[in-house]
């Protein structure tokens, strides 16, 4: 029989591209047999959350629920459950579902799922009918192939960016396989690039961080750069051309990506996980020469997620959080524009109840 664990649930939403996040309810599914209901401790605040409530990517259908760094307390379970029980520390990243059966899906890259993974919002479910709502919200109910475990000794609130920003970065570097003896640059100190910074640093890798934001010097370093690199300074730039293994972008807005490019060494590699919402152009020479290579990565696979949780939890690695009322939200949207962010705003799930 189905169980319903949950009444109304209390979130906040974009109700269109051009206005703020406002109080909003749903209702969350009945558990299917094989559901998890999580109670919401926390949720991060993703660009792409900013991006799809702004419709800056095109295609978001409202209203959005944004929220797909989400961390919580398992509060009921479906009758074939065996992955998880009540009481658990559980968190739930950018997919709650995928068909399971094509290539991608065998092969634990879901991401890549063929015929499309469900968003955890702004998306559907398999039945590619039934809206998904995020987890700036009380709870969700998740099929438990879809959920990941915590490690428990960590403060959960700096656990919830792992789900998005931590894996986006981990699965590149662990991809292109960055390791000790080489010199890589992270571009951006935001909410990903904050991430990078660590998880290159734990790696083994000599790391730089490259920013707009000379103020962010000081963190850079206890992040675990070696120094940063200012793009908006000439010289700071001319100091590292041509001398880089590997570089994770990580830019949110649109950029001279040439600028950038120059600072590969030969054979050197960029992956780009930034995705700004208009086209980049650049010439190719900055390629040819050099033999130099662009690559795109998206997230990561569930039992990648997994795997990079728990690198965390070995390393004590988490985020460095600014944790945020859910009233606060669409201040913290602005900041996160302004590239004000230190390093990721985490919004506090109980202070919905004020709402
Ligand atoms: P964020 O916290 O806002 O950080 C972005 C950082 O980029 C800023 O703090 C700033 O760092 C830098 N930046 C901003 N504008 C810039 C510009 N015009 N030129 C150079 N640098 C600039 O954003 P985030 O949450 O880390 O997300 C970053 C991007 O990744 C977004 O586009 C997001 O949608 C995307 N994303 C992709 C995936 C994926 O799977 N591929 C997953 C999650 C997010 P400095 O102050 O250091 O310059
Ligand atoms: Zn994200
Ligand atoms: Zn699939």
């Known amino acids: 029989m189905n169980q319903k664990p949950f009444s109304i649930t209390k979130a906040y939403a974009a109700l269109s591209a051009k206005t703020p996040l406002v109080p909003y309810s749903l ?30 990517w095109s295609g978001s259908t409202y209203p959005i629920v944004p929220g797909h760094e989400i961390v919580g307390h398992v509060k009921g379970v479906g009758t074939h459950v065996t992955k998880f029980q009540l009481g658990d520390v559980v ?94 640059a992270v571009i ?3 909410g990903l690039g904050h991430m990078a910074i660590k998880f290159a640093h734990a790696l083994g890798a000599k790391t730089f961080a490259i920013t707009t934001s000379p103020d962010k010097k000081i963190d850079a370093l206890q992040l675990g750069a070696e120094d940063i690199v200012v793009s908006t300074d000439e010289e700071s730039m001319k100091k ?28 050197g590699k960029m992956a780009i996980v930034g995705a700004p919402s208009k086209p980049i152009e650049f010439m190719l020479f900055d390629l040819i020469r050099g033999r130099k290579t662009v690559a795109g990565s998206l997230i990561g696979g569930i039992k990648e997620t997994q795997e990079m ?41 109980a202070t919905l109840q004020n709402t």
């Open 27 to 56: 209702e969350r599914r009945s558990l299917e047999p094989h559901d998890v209901a999580i109670s919401i401790d926390y949720c991060g605040v993703c660009h792409s959350d900013i991006h799809q409530a702004r419709n800056e």
């Open 91 to 184: 968190g739930v990243g950018v997919m709650v579902d995928s068909c399971r059966s094509c290539g991608s899906c065998k092969e634990g890259l879901e991401q890549f799922c063929e015929q499309g993974f469900s968003s955890t919002y702004n998306g559907t479910e398999q039945d590619k009918k039934t809206p998904t709502y995020g987890g700036y919200s009380e709870h969700i109910v998740v099929q438990e192939d879809f959920v990941l475990r915590l490690p428990k000794h960590l403060p959960l609130a700096a656990l919830a960016p792992l789900l998005c920003a931590g894996i986006t970065t981990y699965s590149p570097l662990r991809h292109w396989n960055v390791r000790a003896g080489q010199k890589v």
């Open 188 to 190: 951006g100190i935001g």
């Open 240 to 267: 590292h051309l041509e001398s880089f293994d590997f570089i994770l972008n990580t830019i949110s807005a649109p950029y001279n990506i040439s600028h950038y490019l120059n600072l590969l060494k030969r054979d």
């Open 309 to 349: 949780l728990d690198f965390c939890g070995e390393h004590n690695i988490t985020a460095d959080i600014e944790l945020i009322s859910i009233e606060e939200i669409n201040n913290a949207f602005e900041r996160m524009i302004r590239s004000d962010v230190h390093y990721r705003f985490v919004i506090d799930m």
